[in-house]
């Protein structure tokens, strides 16, 4: 019995902010911003909306598109940077509440926009072992909540929204989540952080990022970690439908994808569309192929991701929704 991906969707929130609607309160410029991150416009969430709506909205809808109703899922996972709370409940907890759920286990994952790599790989682990068979996972982020907009370096570059996934079970590998690669390493924690701090509340407390120290390790991590992942399985560029990265900067997409071999077609970008949305971005990118028309049952998608922690992963994955 294998792990697999049966149902995919997202939530985008309706207001859309533009470049040019930061140069009106910021030293920047349209131009600056698609130059160096491909960003035209993001989504940030309405007042009164938070992490949790917008992560149950997405959750209902993979439901709904796995055929299965709210009562039939076995366990929710969240992965977020900007939980509604800071410690609890947790983000997944309140999903659960939305979705009409009062017994079933629900915790969030914390692996910022490695998330929903680190949900897959999760998910897969309860899947396979027998101990769950239907998982929601969910990538939900309310990023605008967090930012410092005086600070043109990261306010700019993230958005808002969620994306989710049914994972449950298949006796097909080549319909399945072939494999999943997490890693991190603490060692570069303060490249990318939010220091909220439980212990006195006077602390800025906005995200901060060294972005271009990331995006040099971004680069080169990225590429290893896929390369890596298909070795080991023996799949080539050409047995992929789909390469779906982390959607945080259009050169970082562009450049890892070249370095793999990737052509055009198969590189999916939506960066330009919503910004970065953290955890939520791989399932929001997928989400866009799937309404297309373009995903079909038997698609292989590579996935890959990095964020703050560092954390980064990889990850094969057949699409076995319909
Ligand atoms: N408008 C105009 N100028 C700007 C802006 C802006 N919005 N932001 C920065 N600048 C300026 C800087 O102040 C700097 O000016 P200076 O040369 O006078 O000092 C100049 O532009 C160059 O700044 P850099 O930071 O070197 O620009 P870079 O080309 O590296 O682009 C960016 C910055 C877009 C952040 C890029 O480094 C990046 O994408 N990094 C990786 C992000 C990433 O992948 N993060 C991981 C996931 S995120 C997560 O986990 C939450």
């Given at each position: ?35 160096r991150t491909g960003i035209s416009t993001r989504y940030f969430a309405l007042d009164g909306e938070d992490t949790s ?104 570059l993230f958005g808002d929204g969620a994306g989710a996934a049914v994972i449950s079970t298949t006796d097909d590998p ?149």
């Amino acid at each position: 019995m294998y792990a697999a991906l049966k149902s995919i969707a997202s939530y985008i929130p309706t207001k859309c902010v533009s470049n040019h609607d930061f140069e009106k309160i910021l030293d920047t410029s349209d131009e600056w911003i698609i130059e160096r991150t491909g960003i035209s416009t993001r989504y940030f969430a309405l007042d009164g909306e938070d992490t949790s709506d917008l992560g149950a909205k997405a959750g209902a809808l993979a439901i709904e598109r796995a055929g299965l109703k709210p009562s039939d899922i076995d366990l929710i996972l969240v992965g977020t940077l900007s939980p509604d709370f800071l410690g609890m409940p947790s983000t997944a907890c309140l999903v659960a509440r939305k979705l009409g759920l009062s017994n079933c286990p629900a915790f969030d994952i914390t692996a910022a926009c490695t998330g929903f790599i680190y949900l897959l790989a999760t998910a897969k682990a309860f899947v396979e072992s027998g101990i769950y068979k239907k998982v929601l996972i969910i990538g939900a982020e309310k990023i605008s909540k967090i930012l410092d907009f005086s600070d043109r370096s990261t306010c700019v570059l993230f958005g808002d929204g969620a994306g989710a996934a049914v994972i449950s079970t298949t006796d097909d590998p080549k319909k399945s989540i072939l494999d999943v690669h997490i890693s991190g390493d603490g060692n570069f924690s303060s490249l990318l952080q939010t220091p909220i701090s439980s212990l006195k509340n006077d602390a800025k407390q906005c995200l901060q990022m060294r972005g271009n120290e990331v995006f040099k390790i971004a680069v080169k991590t990225l590429v290893t970690d896929v390369e890596n992942i298909m070795q080991k399985n023996n799949i080539t560029s050409k047995d992929v439908t789909y390469f779906i990265p982390h959607q945080a900067n259009l050169r970082i997409i562009k450049a890892v994808g070249e370095r793999l071999s990737f052509q055009k077609e198969q590189i999916i970008l939506s960066v330009q569309k919503y910004g970065n949305t953290s955890a939520a971005s791989i399932p929001m990118a997928m989400n866009d192929v799937y309404e297309s028309g373009k995903l079909k049952n038997g698609d292989l998608m590579v996935l890959d991701a990095i964020g703050g922690g560092l954390t980064w992963g990889s990850a094969l994955v057949y699409f076995d929704g319909n």
